[in-house]
């Protein structure tokens, strides 16, 4: 379980700085009703970190990925096709993350957070104000329509699908890869909902900091987790596992 512990901790690090996820939450508690909004938000990108795992566990282990034997030349190609994806979205990350995160940074209402970052889904197009509703539609859009996010989570299920821990433990390790993943949104809602209006400038020294600094480090994760992924699939390639 130890080793598969480590496989899953910069798989989790590259969630937890997900840049636009914590933009998106500040233009949220910077918001009216600040508290309900920002719960809702909370709400959204936890279902959708636990909705995402949990399908794609459920398919490698019906898949029966893991097990005494070797696994399929499938496995492999997922590997490989991951690190491919999380190296090009590392390197987009570095060069996009400025401007990106600038145009975040700026973002108050629903319109301008759906224009900076335009997978998101209609429902916020020329919203002038956020609701508990729009606010859950921000915080799983964000997760589930990132490319990168699902492809780190696609990772971690594959990782507990292919290790030889209990049932007991793959949940335990399910758990605590989304306890991970919906921290660094959870603990900027709990700051808000624990010292209301009070939290507004440490909010926007983060919402700076963000801007200047995330982009960049979570590049680094994402190419870490690319590596990863890319020793795995030549591994088995060359059969020195």
């Known amino acids: 379980m130890t080793t598969v512990l480590w496989t899953l901790l910069p798989i989790a690090l590259g969630v937890i700085a997900s840049p636009m996820a914590v933009m998106a939450l500040i233009g949220v508690l910077l918001s009216q009703d600040a508290r309900r909004n920002g719960t809702s938000y909370l709400a959204g990108w936890t279902v959708a970190v636990v909705l995402s795992i949990l399908v794609w566990y459920v398919i490698f282990d019906a898949l029966a990925v893991g097990g005494p034997r070797e696994p399929p030349i499938w496995v492999r190609m997922v590997h490989l096709l ?7 979205g590392a390197a987009l990350t570095y060069r996009r993350a400025r401007s990106v995160l600038t145009r975040m940074a700026q973002a108050r209402t629903p319109d301008e957070i759906a224009a ?4 998101l ?41 292919l290790s030889s821990t209990s049932t007991f433990q793959r949940v335990w390790l399910i758990t605590g890869f989304v306890i991970a993943a919906a921290a660094p949104v959870a603990i900027p809602v709990i700051i808000v909902l624990t010292r209301g209006p009070r939290a507004d400038p440490m909010l926007a020294r983060l919402r700076t900091w963000i801007a200047r600094n995330n982009g960049m480090l979570s590049a680094g994760l994402l190419l870490v987790v690319a590596v990863i992924q890319l020793w795995k699939a030549l591994d088995g390639v060359l059969g020195t596992g």
């Open 82 to 88: 991951l690190a491919l994806g999380l190296g090009a």
């Open 116 to 119: 900076a970052t335009p997978q």
């Open 121 to 161: 889904p209609g429902i916020l197009k020329s919203a002038t104000r956020f609701t508990p509703g729009r606010s859950f539609v921000v915080g799983g859009g964000i997760f589930l329509l990132n490319p990168l996010n699902i492809s780190l989570v696609v990772a971690a299920a594959l990782e507990v699908a």
